[in-house]
Each structure stands twice: as C-alpha cells, then as structure tokens.
C-alpha cells in the first residue's frame, strides 16, 4: 500500500525525522489560510499523487499553466494561484503514463536552502532477508540513471536483524555522502530514527529523494515516498486510514476483496491463471504471440467458486480486455472449480469476446466435462502454447 507525501511526512515525524513544515489542501480555498499558517517567505506547493517524477510532469489542461507538478511561490497570492491551476487537474509524469493522474490533494510546504542534495531509501532486500540502506551523494535525480550512469556513486549496506540499527551502521550513511562534524552525527541519528520507522510499521520501501543539507547546517527530508507490506497492514489501522482509493485502479481494488492478486495493464487479454509463475510465463506467451496481457491475475491455490466467478467480473470489466484466455494447472486448485466459477461468471455478466480455457491437473476431465455440456461459445486447448496461440488468433479475427 502506498500513501501520499504529506502522510508520509507525518508519520516519519512522530519517530523524529527532520521534515518541512507543511499543510495539505484538498479544496481550493484551503490555499490562503495554509499559506498564512506556514508563514513565509517562500511556499512550495507539491502535487500528491502516487508517482514519482511530479516536477518534471506537465498537467494536461492549458489552464494549469507550464511549471510541472511541483512550483515555488513567493507570495500568498501565488500560493492561491497554483493551487487554483493545479487542484482537480491531471498531471502526466514519467510514472504516470500518458493517461496521466488527477490531482486531488496538494501539500503546501515551507521553502528551503539548499546547500547540497543526496539519495537515500530503504528496502527489503529478498536476497539477503534483512533490510538495505541505499544512499548515494546523486540526490535529486533518478537512481536508476545514477546506476546506470555512476553506479560506483551507489552506496548499499544492510542492517542484521540479530542486531537491528548501530552507530556504525549511521557512520556508514555520513561516510557514503562525505558527512563530518556535526552533520555526521545528525546522519547517524536520522539513520536509527528511519530504520526504527521501517520496522514499526512495517514498511516496504522507504524513499528520501532528495536528502538535504540546508544553507543553515541541518539534514533533512525533503520528499518522502513510503510503500507499506500489504500483509502487515492488518496490525497497523492508522496505516491503513490513510488508503487513497481514488489513486489505486477500481478493479484493483474490487480484487482485494476477495483476496485475488491482480495487477491490471495495458493489453488486450485477459488472463486468469493460478500461481505466480504460470500466470507471468502466461503473460510473457501472449507477448510472444503477438498480443499483449490486459493483467496479471493470480486466483491463489484454494480458490472458491465465489472467487473464481469475481476474478472473470474483474477481468471482463476492463473495456480494453478483447478475449480472455484462463490457465489453469490444477494442484490445490481443482479444475472443476474453476469451470463452475468461470460458467456462473459467462452467465452472469455474459460472454462479448473470444473465450479459450487450458485445464490441466487435478479432476481435468470433469471440468473439460462441465465446460462442454455448458453450451458456452468456449475455445479448448491442450496446453499452454496451444493456448496462447488460440486467443492470440481469435482476438485478430475479432477486429
């Protein structure tokens, strides 16, 4: 789960973090009053959507003019100005897409002096089972050119859960950015308070780009980006508050109720397919074909009949899916309950594109069975090529 700055600023404050002072504004005529609460002389007014790049970005409607996503104001009135020309319109950012994302929340912060910029970010490294610092003196630009570019200016270390945060681990992250004296010591400080945040709400990756050192002497964050374990979010409700749904996919969403991994794209077929690895090899198939994946759905091992038929809701949903292709290799998940879940799901919503379905495994023939004597307009295949090959064919015809 990702949240937006402005919360994740919040939330690192109460374990001490060095932040900005700062006013979210979710209405235009917050813009005044948040502006004269911070005080001056300098304002920043940020756009809060889940996506990086936001000051490069360019908001599609000429009405909200040519300075990106992300402006500095130095009066009030410019406050009110951009705050006018950003709210409700859709910024276009790298990350974004060209279809863009609508601007709901602005955050208005207090400007800075910036002497210097650095990288810093925290993760879980799968291969190591422990949590990665990654911190580069390339603040402000994005990694992944400073890694291909300068990957000697990227510094990584991680943290041994036996022993969790130490100073040396802090004296590590100021030798990294070539901090001495005072500031050394504030890296060190803000290194245990970061790592004390990761753990307690159990965080996926934690992002300071940039990190910075004021004209005053002082680090601080000045961009938080945080991403939350999915699976611990039950143990954290002020976490969990702080879910924006109108920036997360409604089919997502809807997914999550029923506990499917789904991960809508931007193909044409729809894939229904149980455990992570067949559905990718599914998806990486259809691109060899020709055609691209409209999602990646995983229905898990024990799936019911109930998540199956809610799975080909979702995928039927999106306007863009022209035919469906369901891979199923039945272990747990057995091959009838599949072919009742997708029957229950054709006769509910109906049947409007190109339909094959590979079943293989547990109790196949019962459901190649129950598939056949449904009457459906269904394309069988023998197995995954075959597959592949088949609703790749019937979605060209189909145009």
């Known amino acids: 789960m990702n949240i937006h700055e402005y919360q994740a600023k919040a939330l690192l404050k109460e374990f001490g973090v060095p932040v900005s ?11 005044e009053a948040a502006a004269k609460e911070l005080g001056g002389p300098l304002w920043v007014v940020k756009s809060q959507i889940h996506a990086g790049g936001r000051g490069k970005g360019k908001f599609k409607e000429a009405a909200a003019g040519e300075k990106g996503g992300v402006r500095l104001a130095k009066s009030i009135e410019e406050v009110k100005q951009f705050v006018d020309q950003m709210l409700g319109n859709t910024l276009v950012t790298i990350q974004t897409g060209p ?26 490294d799968r291969s190591t089972s422990r949590i990665a610092f990654v911190v580069s003196t390339e603040g402000g630009m994005d990694i992944e050119e400073v890694a ?22 802090g004296r590590r992250v100021a030798q990294a950015l070539n901090l001495t004296g005072d500031l050394a010591k504030q890296a060190e400080k803000l290194t245990a308070q970061l790592y ?23 680090l601080k964050c000045l961009d938080a980006k945080v991403s939350f374990d999915g699976n611990a979010i039950y143990r954290h409700p002020d976490v969990a508050a702080l ?21 809508a794209l931007d193909g044409t077929i729809g894939c229904m397919v149980n455990g992570a690895g067949l ?24 799936a019911t009949k109930e998540k199956v038929t809610a799975a080909f809701k979702i995928i039927t949903a999106d306007p863009n899916v ?34 094959v379905v590979r079943l293989e495994g547990t109790n ?4 190649k069975k129950i598939i056949r004597d449904s009457g459906l307009n269904v394309i069988p295949a023998d197995d995954l090529d075959d597959a592949a090959q088949k609703i790749v064919k019937a979605v060209k015809e189909a145009r």
């Open 148 to 169: 291909h570019k300068t990957p000697e200016k990227i510094i990584t270390f991680s943290v041994d859960p036996a022993t969790g945060i130490m100073s040396h681990h």
């Open 196 to 218: 004390t945040a990761f753990v307690a709400k159990d965080m996926a990756m934690l992002e300071i780009n940039p990190l910075i050192i004021t004209k005053q002497g002082q």
């Open 243 to 263: 879910r924006d749904e109108t920036e997360e996919d409604a089919k997502e969403i809807e997914a999550s109720k029923y506990d499917l991994n789904y991960i």
């Open 279 to 302: 559905a990718m090899a599914t998806m990486d198939i259809i691109k060899l074909y020709g055609e691209f994946p409209a999602n990646f759905l995983d229905v898990g091992g024990g």
């Open 322 to 355: 022209k035919g469906i292709l369901v891979n199923i290799f039945g272990g747990i998940m057995k091959c009838d309950i599949i072919a009742e879940g997708v029957i229950a799901a054709v006769k509910d919503v109906g049947l409007q594109v190109p339909l």
């Open 364 to 367: 196949v023939e019962l459901g």
């Open 21 to 31: 002072n700062g006013r979210a504004v979710l209405e235009k005529g917050q813009a």
């Open 99 to 124: 279809t863009g994302k609508q601007v709901n929340r602005l955050y208005i912060e207090d400007g800075s002096d910036i002497e210097k910029e650095f990288y810093l970010s925290m993760l879980v």
